[in-house]
C-alpha cells in the first residue's frame, strides 16, 4: 500500500521505495509486513521493468543518458549478459 500519492498499483507492478524502516504492520494474513516512510517512490508496471515497453521520449537522469553506451532503440536484449548491464547502465 502506498497511501496519500494517488497512485493505484495494479498486480504484480515492481516498486522501488527508498525511506526508513519505522516499525511493522499486520498483513492481509497475519503475516508481519515492514512499514516504511518513504523519501522516493518508483514504479513499474507489469512489463515495463523489463524494458520490453519502452517507448517514448527518454526523460530519465542525464547523468545516466551520458553513462548508457546503447542507443534507445536497442533497449532490450532477452539474453543479457554483464557486459550489456554496463554498457546500459555504467560501471559501478
Do not use: C
Amino acid at each position: 500500500m502506498v497511501p496519500g500519492v494517488g497512485h493505484k498499483l495494479r498486480p504484480l507492478a515492481l516498486v522501488k521505495v527508498y525511506g526508513k524502516v519505522y516499525g511493522t504492520v499486520a498483513g492481509p494474513t497475519g503475516e508481519s509486513l515492514p512499514q516504511v516512510k518513504a523519501q522516493f517512490v518508483r514504479h513499474w508496471d507489469w512489463g515495463t521493468f523489463t524494458f520490453l515497453m519502452a517507448s517514448g521520449t527518454q526523460r530519465g537522469s542525464e547523468q545516466w543518458r551520458k553513462a548508457n553506451r546503447v542507443g534507445l532503440d536497442d533497449i532490450y536484449d532477452p539474453y543479457p549478459d554483464d557486459g550489456y548491464y554496463e554498457q546500459r547502465l555504467g560501471k559501478r
